[in-house]
């Protein structure tokens, strides 16, 4: 089982290199900032921090030089994500109608006795709304892999060569975070995992989220919009029974015990862990352990700490 190290948001407050230190990580780190988009050649500091050979592995730009290449990929990338963004946008009128009311019920002072039914009922009723898009999703998925399984895109497999000759060289895998679909979808063409084999991975931000069974894109006040969280895609499976929110401070209302027990309950049995400036977690493919402190949303809708395992 490779060592998986999850942080807090790196901007204000970098600390990757004490995890580094901790680990005895010493060779060349493979980067992914992909989902940065535009800055993604950006890892001077990350350079400097960290006090080792960075090598960024350019996944965005490499992704897009394989799409130039092969246009067929190009094409059959692009119509499965125009469905999928159609089918977000279907699943949140569902989900609109179906979260407000579970709130409501979480706040009742109706009989206790007939109110526990009734709210157990609504919180499952969001869960099958989750599963049942994520169940459509994967199936977006199955036909994208079946309608290029059997081509050969040699732009592609050029880039995922020369990745895996960095990789090859290199002591640990850091993935930052920035556009989670933008860098999950590059994981996931890449392959990224298998080309990495058992190298540590220590991610942050979007990073950790891509890392996880489920993705959930969540902000209680958005500039626009609902602000209701909402199941975007399955990730990389590299983890389980945990779902990071990063910036968890600053999107969720976590003095609001409503909202978080909606959160929790809703998303359980995975644990709900903030990831905030200065928090570590480590996974040895059993348990989760706070390095650094850390937090976790109970069912009952208050913010514990998350304690070693």
Not at 56 to 62: E, V, Y
Not at 209 to 223: C, K, N, T, Y
Not at 265 to 279: S, V, Y
Request: with cysteine.
């Amino acid at each position: 089982m490779r060592p998986l190290t999850l942080l807090g948001p790196q901007r204000l407050r970098p600390a990757l290199v004490a995890t580094f230190d901790r680990l005895d990580i010493t060779g060349q780190v493979a980067a992914i900032t992909a989902g940065w988009q535009e800055r993604e050649a950006e890892v001077d500091e990350m350079r400097e921090h960290l006090g080792r050979p960075v090598v960024d592995l350019m996944l965005h730009q490499r992704c897009e030089q394989a799409f130039a290449a092969d246009l067929e990929l190009f094409q059959a990338h692009r119509q499965r994500q125009d469905q999928l963004r159609k089918m977000q946008r279907l699943y949140r009128y569902r989900l609109d109608f179906m979260i407000q009311p579970a709130r409501e019920l979480l706040l009742s002072t109706e009989d206790p006795e007939l109110l526990v039914a009734e709210q157990e009922a609504a919180i499952a009723a969001l869960r099958q709304l989750d599963n049942q898009h994520l169940d459509r999703i994967a199936v977006v998925h199955r036909e994208f892999e079946e309608r290029i399984a059997d081509q050969q895109f040699p732009g592609l497999e050029r880039q995922r060569a020369e990745v895996a000759e960095i990789l090859s060289g290199s002591a640990a895998l850091a993935i930052a975070g920035g556009h989670v679909a933008v860098l999950l979808n590059r994981l996931r063409l890449f392959g990224l995992l298998e080309l990495a084999g058992d190298l540590p991975v220590i991610a942050w931000s979007a990073g950790a989220m891509a890392l996880g069974e489920r993705i959930v894109l969540f902000h209680d006040s958005p500039p626009q919009g609902a602000g209701n969280a909402e199941v975007m895609d399955h990730g990389l499976g590299l983890f389980r029974d945990m779902l990071p929110l990063p910036h968890a401070r600053r999107r969720l209302r976590l003095d609001d015990p409503c909202r978080v027990q909606l959160f929790a309950r809703r998303f359980a049995p995975a644990r709900c862990i903030p990831l905030d400036e200065g928090a570590e977690i480590s996974w040895d493919g059993e348990h989760w352990r706070a390095e650094k402190p850390a937090q976790i949303l109970h069912l009952d809708g208050h913010v514990g700490r998350l304690e070693a395992a």
